[in-house]
């Protein structure tokens, strides 16, 4: 039987406990595996926090241009089929390496398809310089990743908006696949009476609390700061509103230090709201463990900046777990998105709209139920088989049979025993 072709991730630094790209990949290579494909995910080494399952190539020594090079021929040696770029600047620690990715590979021998899937980008916009937008219109450059897009074989958006934002490039749009965005985390089955109450009780929440969920790394463009400004204002009426605020301080796109007077600010700010009692920080805790707290929430809210849409995992986590979600929705978004999903749409920035729907909600028993079921269908249409079943065909696609080859040399490769 022959090998089966190796796809090689590259994700930047790789730390998928403090990073959502890095858990995207680690998730998306655990899909892949046994069903025809070989998943590795290039690293220094093997990560902490990745699971024991997931294969990791030790093959990168750094991004230095010297070090891209070597990475092309150790990806060459390695006998890969496919790289598939998770394109995030944030991840390969803002370094302009990733805007000549491509190019830097083939010294080291590197020839084969380039899949780039895009976790952050800016397209040319009507104040980008005319040539720029010439350039991109025909596939030449990118202003936001330079010839990243120009180069890849094929490139992977996971919402509408993103693919429509790369349909203007003539030479890009042919190359673009939509591969929508499962939850970053998938609900257990739901505990028992029993078991959530004693959750409840582990948290120092009476059994009869309203709690509502805030879900994923603490970051400043989440503003958890005007939730907590909202819940103060609701505990008015409604005193025994909890605030479950269930993931880790320190992301990787903060530095120790950015991390750090984000929590002493936002400590400060619940002192001075009187919310010690009504407010509880879980920390990083396993995928378990996330998923049995959220489920003792009654309804879950999102503050992002500048909007939030089908591109956040930790939006469709909480919808996979039947939450009925308040999030600020950016207009241009998914058509029908907030019907469909059960989501309560309100303005970005507005603490006291998000007061308003956390109320709304409380009130109506029967509107919870209801968005609750409608989140959970929504959610659930996302699933991890579906995502590397879409990525399966976009694989076959570029590397037809017979053109796979497979290095004879010990490459390091690190996979626990099964």
Do not use: N, T
């Given at each position: 039987m022959p090998d089966a072709p190796r796809i090689v991730f590259l994700a930047g630094d790789f730390e998928p406990d403090r990073d959502g790209v890095a858990d995207y990949t680690r998730r998306l290579a655990a899909a892949l595996d046994g069903h025809g494909w070989e998943p590795l995910v290039a690293a220094a080494a093997?990560?902490?926090?990745?699971?024991?399952?997931?294969?990791?190539?030790?093959?990168?020594?750094?991004?230095?241009?010297?070090?891209?090079?070597?990475?092309?021929?150790?990806?060459r040696r390695l006998g890969a089929a496919i790289v598939h770029v998770q394109a995030a600047p944030t991840t390969f620690g803002r370094r302009g390496v990733l805007r000549w990715l491509p190019l830097a590979l083939r010294p080291g021998g590197w020839r084969g398809p380039v899949v780039v899937t895009l976790h952050e980008h800016t397209p040319p916009t009507a104040a980008t310089p005319r040539l720029l937008r010439a350039a991109f219109d025909r596939g030449l450059w990118d202003p936001d990743l330079g010839i990243l897009l120009p180069l890849a074989d094929a490139i992977v958006v996971t919402s509408e908006r993103e693919r429509?934002?790369?349909?203007?490039?003539h030479a890009l749009a042919p190359r673009v696949r939509l591969i929508p965005l499962p939850p970053n985390l998938e609900p257990l089955p739901e505990p028992a009476p029993a078991v959530r109450a004693a959750l409840r009780h582990g948290l120092g929440f009476p059994p009869d609390a309203?709690?509502?969920?805030?879900?994923?790394?603490?970051?400043?463009?989440?503003?958890?700061?005007?939730?907590?400004?909202?819940?103060?204002?609701?505990?008015?009426?409604?005193?025994?509103?909890r605030l479950l605020v269930v993931g880790g301080w320190d992301p990787l796109s903060l530095t120790p230090a950015e991390a750090s007077a984000q929590r002493a600010g936002v400590e400060a700010l619940i002192e001075q709201l009187g919310l010690g009692d009504a407010v509880r920080f879980t920390g990083h805790v396993s995928g378990d463990r996330a998923s049995a707290l959220l489920s003792i929430a009654d309804l879950a809210a999102v503050s992002m900046a500048y909007g939030v849409g089908p591109k956040s995992g930790s939006l469709i986590a909480l919808l996979a777990h039947g939450l009925p979600t308040i999030a600020p929705l950016p207009p241009d978004g998914v058509p029908d998105m907030g019907r469909k999903a059960g989501i309560v749409s309100v303005p970005p920035r507005d603490p006291t709209a998000l007061a308003g729907a956390i109320e709304r909600l409380l009130d109506d028993p029967v509107l919870r139920r209801r968005l609750a079921a409608a989140a959970r269908r929504f959610g659930r249409n996302r699933s991890w088989a579906a995502t590397a079943a879409a990525h399966e065909t976009l694989y076959a696609s570029l590397v037809g049979p017979g053109r796979v080859s497979r290095a004879t040399e010990d490459t390091g490769v690190r996979r626990a025993a099964r």
């Open positions: 093997r990560p902490q926090g990745a699971p024991a399952d997931v294969p990791i190539a030790p093959i990168i020594e750094g991004w230095s241009p010297g070090a891209v090079v070597r990475l092309g021929a150790r990806l429509a934002s790369l349909a203007v490039s309203a709690v509502v969920a805030f879900f994923g790394f603490v970051h400043p463009v989440k503003r958890l700061p005007d939730l907590l400004v909202a819940v103060a204002q609701v505990r008015s009426r409604h005193p025994r509103l």
